[in-house]
């Protein structure tokens, strides 16, 4: 244990919680009583009982008892206890009796549902009867909403209050604790995934907690799943170097229209949505921007300042089209044309790959550029439905590799063929690929997908999924903070992380 407190110290941790009831049975009092004196950080020793909580983690009361005791005696800085140790006669004598160490009690809730406001005020009064310095709640959720009356009590509370909501849904309870006046914040030691629970190196150098505060605007990506998500170790930075005061979490959402008919405070002020919401998203919006609607996805949505309304927009759209007009321009700038039409995209043969999400951004604004849009999907009825939706043609999938009705025609791969694990297929053979003067591939990861790697070695100009993933957290920053985005400053973070 000493070791992993040198670890902890290492990465940052102001204090280490020492789970004595989690050390080999064999342990002798005195290996506990120096691993007390030794300490390196400020401590909490914890000692669970068996009875009190699911896991098979805990040991007796005689035992738990006699550590408590000694942590106490020795003025541990820190000693948290069950609510149920808390309750006993003898152990209230030492409570009252303490000179210089805190007690945290503690109590787990799993009520099943959504724990009620009422319920956990209760309960934290008759703890606080204890004579506890600190109260400390496990709650058990099963859903992100589960955390709405967590955050009112961390609020409201009176008494410095923990409060852990248990498994992945919970992670936010962690992220968002030192905004709603949470005690403090728990982290994982040496980078180990535990459901809902930050590492301690995110929470140090990713989030940074320490800039948090009551008046911190909250922003995150709702998507499920959400681990994949690099939005927090790109927008967490770009709030700071920007001196704006916001945070940006993972938010594991199941139920979209459930997440924001519940978190409708000022200060959740603006989402990136994922996979799977981004179209059921457009239901939960006040306002839709028209691009978007006509698209029939919102990548972005933002809290109105005003009036709180909740309005959606595509950013993905203007990213991706954007980044295929720039190297176009640039490719014929590159052989001594200059362009003055309005978009480079006018009048070119537009052939889309996928017919999803990001397919349907790229098919809208393609054709808004005045581009002939000509849809290929594996599933050839969306292909057509999307091509009705935009007046453009629809051909069977399989007619993709011989479709070559004119050179210098522009490639778009939107779907996931290529992406990771499967970085070794592409959408159309090399040799097909000599028709097309510019290929863009929305797939990111790699980020040199065999598609990018093979237009360039046939010549054409090629657009990577990472530019279009750059320009679209550009556009998303500026929506958040309603003001320009450190594109430079993002730009690097991106490339660095890819
Ligand atoms: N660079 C960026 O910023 C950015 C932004 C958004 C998305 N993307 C990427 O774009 C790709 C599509 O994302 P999305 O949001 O549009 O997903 P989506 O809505 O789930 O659509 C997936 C598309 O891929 C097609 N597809 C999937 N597996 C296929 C296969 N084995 N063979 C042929 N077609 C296949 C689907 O065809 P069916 O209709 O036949 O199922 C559909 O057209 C992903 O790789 C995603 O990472 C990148």
């Given at each position: 244990m000493l070791a992993s407190m040198e670890k902890a110290k290492e990465e940052g941790a102001d204090l280490v919680e020492l789970?004595?009831?989690?050390?080999?049975?064999?342990?002798h009092i005195s290996h506990i009583q120096t691993l007390f004196k030794q300490r390196t950080l400020p401590s909490i020793v914890s000692y669970r009982l068996?009875?009190?909580?699911?896991?098979?983690r805990g040991g007796c009361k005689n035992s738990c008892f006699q550590v408590l005791k000694l942590a106490l005696d020795l003025d541990v800085e820190f000693v948290e206890m069950d609510y149920e140790v808390a309750s006993d006669m003898s152990m209230c004598e030492l409570i009252h009796g303490r000179s210089n160490t805190k007690i945290i009690v503690s109590s787990y809730v799993n009520g099943g549902g959504r724990p009620s406001t009422e319920k956990l005020g209760d309960l934290i009064a008759c703890m606080q009867a204890?004579?506890?310095d600190v109260i400390k709640l496990e709650i058990a959720v099963?859903?992100?909403?589960?955390?709405a009356p967590i955050f009112q009590m961390l609020t409201y509370c009176q008494v410095p209050l923990i409060a852990m909501a248990v498994g992945?849904?919970?992670?936010i309870s962690q992220l968002l604790g030192p905004k709603f006046g949470g005690f403090l914040v728990y982290g994982s030691l040496g980078g180990k995934s535990v459901p809902g629970l930050p590492t301690l190196l995110s929470l140090k150098?990713?989030?940074?907690?320490?800039?948090?505060?009551?008046?911190t605007k909250v922003f995150g990506v709702v998507s499920n799943?959400?681990?994949?998500?690099k939005g927090p170790i790109l927008h967490n930075p770009a709030f700071r170097h920007t001196q704006y005061n916001g945070i940006y979490v993972p938010l594991l959402v199941d139920d979209v229209k459930e997440f924001f008919t519940t978190y409708?405070?000022?200060?959740?002020a603006g989402f990136s949505i994922g996979i799977p919401h981004k179209e059921a998203a457009v239901a939960c919006c006040d306002e839709v921007h028209p691009l978007a609607k006509s698209i029939g996805a919102v990548n972005t949505i933002i809290r109105?300042?005003?009036?709180?309304k909740l309005v959606g927009y595509n950013t993905d759209c203007e990213a991706s089209i954007s980044a295929i007009e720039d190297a176009l321009r640039e490719r014929q700038v590159g052989n001594g044309v200059a362009s003055h039409i309005?978009?480079?995209?006018?009048g070119k043969t537009f052939v889309l790959v996928g017919a999803g999400g990001a397919g349907r951004a790229l098919a809208f604004g393609a054709k808004s550029r005045g581009a002939r849009v000509v849809i290929f999907n594996r599933n050839y009825e969306r292909a057509k439905a999307l091509a009705h939706a935009i007046s453009g043609e629809a051909l069977p999938y399989e007619c993709l590799q011989e479709?070559?009705?004119?050179?210098g025609m522009i490639l778009a791969n939107a779907s996931?063929?290529?992406?990771?694990?499967?970085?070794?297929?592409?959408?159309?053979p090399k040799e097909a690929l000599?028709?097309?003067e510019v290929v863009f591939d929305?797939?990111?990861?790699?980020?040199?997908t065999r598609l990018l790697r093979e237009a360039a070695e046939v010549g054409a100009t090629v657009v990577s999924g990472v530019e279009m993933f750059i320009r679209q957290a550009l556009g998303q920053f500026r929506l958040f903070t309603g003001g320009l985005a450190p594109e430079d400053f993002i730009r690097k973070l991106v490339l660095e992380q890819f």
């Amino acid at each position: 244990m000493l070791a992993s407190m040198e670890k902890a110290k290492e990465e940052g941790a102001d204090l280490v919680e020492l789970c004595v009831d989690s050390m080999a049975p064999s342990s002798h009092i005195s290996h506990i009583q120096t691993l007390f004196k030794q300490r390196t950080l400020p401590s909490i020793v914890s000692y669970r009982l068996k009875s009190s909580r699911k896991s098979s983690r805990g040991g007796c009361k005689n035992s738990c008892f006699q550590v408590l005791k000694l942590a106490l005696d020795l003025d541990v800085e820190f000693v948290e206890m069950d609510y149920e140790v808390a309750s006993d006669m003898s152990m209230c004598e030492l409570i009252h009796g303490r000179s210089n160490t805190k007690i945290i009690v503690s109590s787990y809730v799993n009520g099943g549902g959504r724990p009620s406001t009422e319920k956990l005020g209760d309960l934290i009064a008759c703890m606080q009867a204890t004579g506890a310095d600190v109260i400390k709640l496990e709650i058990a959720v099963d859903y992100i909403t589960d955390l709405a009356p967590i955050f009112q009590m961390l609020t409201y509370c009176q008494v410095p209050l923990i409060a852990m909501a248990v498994g992945s849904r919970g992670l936010i309870s962690q992220l968002l604790g030192p905004k709603f006046g949470g005690f403090l914040v728990y982290g994982s030691l040496g980078g180990k995934s535990v459901p809902g629970l930050p590492t301690l190196l995110s929470l140090k150098q990713i989030y940074k907690l320490e800039h948090t505060n009551a008046d911190t605007k909250v922003f995150g990506v709702v998507s499920n799943p959400v681990g994949h998500s690099k939005g927090p170790i790109l927008h967490n930075p770009a709030f700071r170097h920007t001196q704006y005061n916001g945070i940006y979490v993972p938010l594991l959402v199941d139920d979209v229209k459930e997440f924001f008919t519940t978190y409708t405070g000022i200060d959740f002020a603006g989402f990136s949505i994922g996979i799977p919401h981004k179209e059921a998203a457009v239901a939960c919006c006040d306002e839709v921007h028209p691009l978007a609607k006509s698209i029939g996805a919102v990548n972005t949505i933002i809290r109105r300042p005003i009036d709180g309304k909740l309005v959606g927009y595509n950013t993905d759209c203007e990213a991706s089209i954007s980044a295929i007009e720039d190297a176009l321009r640039e490719r014929q700038v590159g052989n001594g044309v200059a362009s003055h039409i309005t978009s480079l995209l006018a009048g070119k043969t537009f052939v889309l790959v996928g017919a999803g999400g990001a397919g349907r951004a790229l098919a809208f604004g393609a054709k808004s550029r005045g581009a002939r849009v000509v849809i290929f999907n594996r599933n050839y009825e969306r292909a057509k439905a999307l091509a009705h939706a935009i007046s453009g043609e629809a051909l069977p999938y399989e007619c993709l590799q011989e479709y070559c009705p004119e050179n210098g025609m522009i490639l778009a791969n939107a779907s996931a063929i290529g992406m990771e694990p499967n970085s070794n297929q592409s959408p159309i053979p090399k040799e097909a690929l000599k028709a097309y003067e510019v290929v863009f591939d929305a797939v990111y990861t790699p980020r040199n997908t065999r598609l990018l790697r093979e237009a360039a070695e046939v010549g054409a100009t090629v657009v990577s999924g990472v530019e279009m993933f750059i320009r679209q957290a550009l556009g998303q920053f500026r929506l958040f903070t309603g003001g320009l985005a450190p594109e430079d400053f993002i730009r690097k973070l991106v490339l660095e992380q890819f």
